[in-house]
C-alpha cells in the first residue's frame, strides 16, 4: 500500500509504500515523488534505506533531485514509523 504524505507548490506528490520485506528478509520502503505534466508524470522513486534512485523519468533538474534527496534522507526515521504504522491515520 502506499501512502500519501504531502503536496509542493509546483504538484509533486511525496508518497511512501508500507514497509516491503524481500525473499532475503530484508526490509525496504519506496519513496516516490511525482508531478503532473502535460504528457502524464516526472517520477523520481528512491529506496530505502540504501536512498538509491532506482527511477528516474521525467525532466526533474539536477536541484530538484539533490533537493529531494535531502528530504529523503532527513525523513527516513519518519517515513518507516509511518510505513509500520500502516500511515498517517495509524501513526
Known amino acids: 500500500m ?4 504531502c503536496k509542493y507548490a ?5 508518497v511512501i ?14 519513496v516516490v515523488l511525482e ?22 523519468d521525467g525532466n526533474y533538474t539536477d536541484e530538484e533531485i539533490n533537493l529531494y534527496k535531502k528530504v529523503v534522507e532527513q525523513g527516513a526515521a519518519h517515513f518507516y514509523e509511518i510505513a509500520k504504522e500502516g500511515g498517517l491515520q495509524s501513526a
Do not use: Q, V
Not at 10 to 14: F, S, V
Not at 35 to 56: M, V
Open 2 to 5: 502506499m501512502h500519501a504524505l
Open 35 to 56: 508531478r503532473p505534466t502535460e504528457n502524464g508524470f516526472d517520477t523520481l522513486l528512491f529506496e530505502l534505506p540504501s536512498y538509491k534512485i532506482i527511477e528516474n
Open 17 to 30: 509504500s508500507d514497509i516491503i520485506k524481500r525473499d532475503n528478509g530484508e526490509e525496504i520502503i519506496k
Open 10 to 14: 509546483d504538484g509533486t506528490e511525496l
